[in-house]
Structure formats: C-alpha cells, structure tokens
DNA sequence: GGGTTTTCTGAAAACGATTTCTGAAACGCG
DNA sequence: CGCGTTTCAGAAATCGTTTTCAGAAAACCC
C-alpha cells in the first residue's frame, strides 16, 4: 500500500532511476528535476532507509553507546553528539548500559548489525579490556574513558589534573585528613582515585579512599559506614554528581555539617550543586566539547582511516563554593 | 568481506533457507540446526538488519520521540519504554525534539522512513493540533501530553488533580495570594494551569499566573521580574523541575527567604528536590509506570488494530516538604 | 501396501531502493 | 560533414535476507 520509488516514476512519466537520481542530487535534467519532484509531493513519497542502506551498503547511522543517561553528563553529552550528527545528515542510535558489561556486548551486537558507519562509546573497564584485546569492526572514538594502550581514538578529561586540584584546593583551606569515593566500574573513577593519591603524596598527606559501585544510593550506604566510624575524614572528595548526592544524604543522616564537620567536593557542574546550602564545590566539564570532539575525531576517521590514533585531553574548571570554606 | 548467510551456508553445507529458519526457530531437524549453529558461531555471523527488515517489511523497531531528555521526568519513562522494548524482542529508536515542533516533525518524517512498527511520543501544543487534522500513519501513544480529540492512545498524569492538591496544600497552610507559573509549549502546561485556576476558584481566591518558554533560565526571568514587583505572590505553584531551580534561584537573587517570603511548590521528585534547603513539596509522578503503560498500551494496539482509543489517567503524589510550611 | 498427509529442505522470487551498464541524442571540433 | 565526446535516461543487476513454492522423504492410516 506504501507509496514507492515506481509509483514516483509513473507519476512523474520517468524511470525509477531517474526518480533517484533527482532525489540524491544526480545528474538529471531540470525538467525532469521538476517533474519528479512535484510528484513525490503529489505521492508523498518517503524512502524506505532498509532498502536505501542494504543497496548503498552505508547505514548512515552512528552508535551512541553511554554508560548512563540519568547521569546528566552524558545527556549533555548525546546532545552535543546528536547536534553533530544530524547537521552532518547522520542518524544516531542512542543506547543505554547502566554500566553493564552484558548490555554493552549486547548494544556492541546490535551495532554491527545494524553496520553503523561508526561509534561513540563510554565503555565500563570490563569492556574496555575486551576491546584492546579484540578490535571492534567499526571506527570508533572513546568518551570519558580512555584507551589504555591507545588503540582508539578518545578524548577524556584531564582526571588526575582536575583531581589533583580538588585535593590542593582542600589542603590551601586548612583541610589534612581528605578522603576519597571513587566509583569502580570505569576507569574514570580509576583515574581520579590515582590523580587524588598522587596530589596527596606530594603534599606529604596520607590518602585514604574507598571505591563503590556507580550509583547515589551505593554512595550514601558506604559513606553512611564511614561517617560514624571514628576515622571519618575531614574532607571528601568524591568522583561524580551521584556520588555528590549521596554524600549530602550521609551526611545529613549523620548530622553533619557542611563544612563545618565535613568539606566536600566532586564533579560535574549540575544546576543543584548551586542550589544547594552551601553550594558544592566541583569540577565542570567540558561537555558539550567532549560530544563535539568526539564527532570531529569520528568524521577525520571515516575519511582518513589510516590516521595515527589520537588522544584528547580537555580540563576542567574548578567552581569552589561553600562546601569547601577554609578550616575554622 | 562481511560474512553473509550465504557464506554460513556454505560452511554448514546447508542452503541459506536452512540457515535462516534455524536462525528464527523455523522447522529444521536437530542435526542441522546444530550444524547452522556451529557455522555461525565459526564464521561470527551476524545479519544484517537492513536485509532483514526490507524483505520481511517490519522493522521490529518502535520509535520514542520525547520533548527533553535533560528533563529527567523523560529519562526516566525512556528507561521504562527501552526496558519493556528489550523484553518484547523490539529495538527503540530515541529522540529528543527540544519542544520545537520543526524538530518534530523533521522526526516524524524519520520515523517514517525507517518504518517504525509504533511511536511513542510527547507532542508540543502545535503538534498535537496537526496531529488532530491528519493521522499518523503508525500506531502511536501519546504520553505526558494527551490528545483532546480522543484520536490517540495516551497515557497521562491527572495534571487537574495534582496542581489543585498543590493549591488546597498551600492554601491549608494560610497563603492566600498564590501565584502560578506554566510552561506554554505543551498542553500539560495548560492543564495544569487550567488545575491552578479551579483550585483557587472554589477557594474563592483569585488566580494570579503567568507562562513561559519551558526552560529554567525562561522561568527564572520571568520570576525576577514579578518577584520585584508589588503584586510579588506569598506562594508560587510551578510546573515542572526546571521552573523549580529557575524559581529556587530568582528567590535567592532577589533575597527572598523560602518560606517565610514565598512558599514553593512544584512538579517531578527529583533528587535535588529533596537536597535543597528547605526541601520543596513536588508531585511525584509514576514515571516507571507511564513508560510501561505507554509500550503495554501500544502493543495491544498493534495486536488489536480495532480497539477503541484508550486514554490512561494516572495520579502522581504529592510530597510535602519545608518549602510550604504553614504561614507564620 | 498404497494413498494421503506431514515434515523437512533447497531453488528461486521478492523486498525497494541504488548503481552499473548501455545506448541515444546532443555537442564540439577540425 | 563526420567522428569522437559528453550528457542524460532507462533497463537490468544488485544488496542480504526472508518467504513462497515445489518436491522428496518420512510418517500415518485404513
């Protein structure tokens, strides 16, 4: 019943050919042009993009795979990519892995079935092992978390920097005892945690972190244990906005005072950190960069194949607020 | 080079048929679905999706076109629809539209093209008003925003109900000159204006609301303005979590203490909500289960194409927080 | 045991577009 | 004017599957 490229061509008195041709910018005639033109508006003509791709052998589609889309790094993030993406006529598939390796080899499937012409992807370290040892077959640009042995091109934030900022910022107040919450699935939480231990060494002090799984709620439930046990630190930072949330619900369930009984500080630069009293002291990224990079790393590919891999570091931009006041 | 079903064929000595029905569960003897298995997982086949989906002229894919997906109202039910999509077998196509109706329709074309087995779609005013004079050619639920006309399937918040229960909640705690502010792009901003304006009529009270462009720096000002001026509100109603931080700053900017000079009250249980100080009272909406309502809603449409159109009123709750403590 | 189902398999058509190939007409040029 | 070249249009092949069709073998039934 749906109108197709042979109902076009009756319509406009030409053949399919020309109907495609007209439609993808060929070389027709104007009148022709015209013709086929006031006849898919006549038909309401809509390309069937199965067809379209199988015979092109070009889906015209990037993979968007990302741990977490509550997170909203990463919808900043998407959008960014998306922008991109269609202004270069490109589709994007969207996909969610709630930091399981399971769903991201599933998503991986579905994207080589869908024979996507390239991938975005945040992958959780598990994967990220499996992907220095088998090549993915598509052109792919890393986010947020970086190829160890440079195999993909990526761009990540400078996490041992900005880290390492947070902690200097934290011993400038008056602060000594500064602990740490990293999250354990990627290698992000990873990064921060080293950046975190270096800055601490250098400045003589002792580190003292915990790493939990990468949600609020795994946050607020180990830090809970922490905060009443007599070795609770002065200061924490902590490696993501979840993390952020969940350590204010600690610590108010522990009748702590920000930052009076407890310094804190962490990442991503979310409205409520603002609205929050204090206001949380973070690091904002780069987002909108990072999803435009990206793409731009992604496109160079796709026309380069044979371009060195490269790595992009951006920083970030510490936003100090109350929750880091000096030491009374 | 891509491996084909021809090539698993070959190497399980079987026609690509065979191979094909083996695949999806047709009639094939034991000994030779084995044989098929063994060739695929040898030649790492994995179909081609577009093949797939022109020859057997079903996309398995459903289509989710949402207003904001930094809007985590819409994060949330996305999950829910991607997670009862997964279940059923079928692939989730996600957009964002930004409230802009060029954007939406630019997606409905999409979305056309790829011959998406069903929609599922939040609607801006103007959408919803096409919508009406001409049908989409897939089976659609509306969620979030309905469909006057009773055209579509949907699946909503009682929006009437739960803005007068903010009301009657603020009017109970002593404020009398309570002021409203509602997005303009969708009708659920209508509706719940509409909800405002009873709730203060049967009070006997007067209305006093404004609209805006649904963003947070709109409401925010929107907000300074009226905040400075003589008719400044005791009480403000919003509808939505972005007019809420929006509101929570413009209060902050003009040194309005909340609740002593304005009591807040809003839309969406968002963590930070919570976070604030004081907390603000919000309706929580059931976003799970709008999202699993939506796909249930949906599927029962394509198996019953006939069935009369269904709309689904679900009622959120309310959650009463410091920022409307009663009136000193 | 012969005829009728049933069960399984392979050959070939089909899905709807793009692309290659072929040829006709138009054009350029000495 | 004649011959090569270019330009444009249509016929037909093609992409990689699924599905129809037809047939062989097995199973079933008096």
Not at 9 to 24: Q, Y
Not at 69 to 98: H, K, Q, W
Request: a neutral charge; aromatic letters at 6%.
């Amino acid at each position: 019943m749906t109108v197709g490229i042979k109902d076009v061509a009756k319509a406009a008195g030409v053949s399919p050919a020309t109907v495609s041709r007209a439609l993808s910018g060929g070389p027709v005639s104007d009148e022709l042009r015209a013709q086929v033109e006031a006849a898919v508006k006549a038909t309401g003509y809509r390309p069937n993009l199965a067809a379209r791709r199988l015979r092109s052998q070009q889906s015209g589609t990037i993979g968007l795979v990302v741990a977490d889309l509550r997170n909203p790094f990463f919808t900043a993030v998407s959008r960014a990519v998306e922008d991109s993406a269609y202004r270069a006529g490109m589709r994007v598939i969207l996909c969610n892995t709630d930091e399981d390796p399971e769903r991201e080899a599933l998503y991986l499937q579905l994207m080589q079935e869908e024979r996507i012409t390239g991938l975005i992807f945040a992958p959780t370290r598990t994967t990220l092992e499996q992907l220095s040892r088998r090549r993915l077959e598509f052109p792919t640009v890393l986010i947020d978390r970086a190829s160890p042995a440079g195999l993909y091109d990526c761009v990540v934030l400078d996490n041992a920097a900005a880290t390492g900022e947070l902690v200097r910022h934290l011993i400038e107040r008056g602060y000594r005892h500064i602990g740490g919450l990293f999250g354990n699935a990627s290698v992000t939480g990873l990064e921060r945690r080293d950046g975190y231990v270096a800055a601490l060494n250098a400045a003589g002090l002792k580190p003292d972190f915990r790493l939990c799984a990468p949600s609020a709620d795994a946050a607020r439930s180990t830090l809970a244990g922490w905060f009443s046990s007599p070795d609770r630190p002065e200061a924490l930072v902590v490696s993501n906005s979840l993390f952020l949330s969940g350590a204010v619900r600690a610590a108010r369930a522990a009748g702590l005072s920000i930052p009076r009984d407890l310094a804190l500080a962490g990442f991503d630069n979310e409205v409520w950190t603002e609205l929050v009293e204090p206001g949380l002291t973070v690091i904002e990224q780069p987002v909108e960069d990072i999803g435009r990079q990206a793409m731009a790393l992604l496109f160079e590919r796709l026309q380069t194949p044979h371009l060195p891999v490269r790595k992009l570091v951006l920083s970030g931009r510490c936003v100090a607020r109350g929750s880091t006041a000096a030491r009374v």
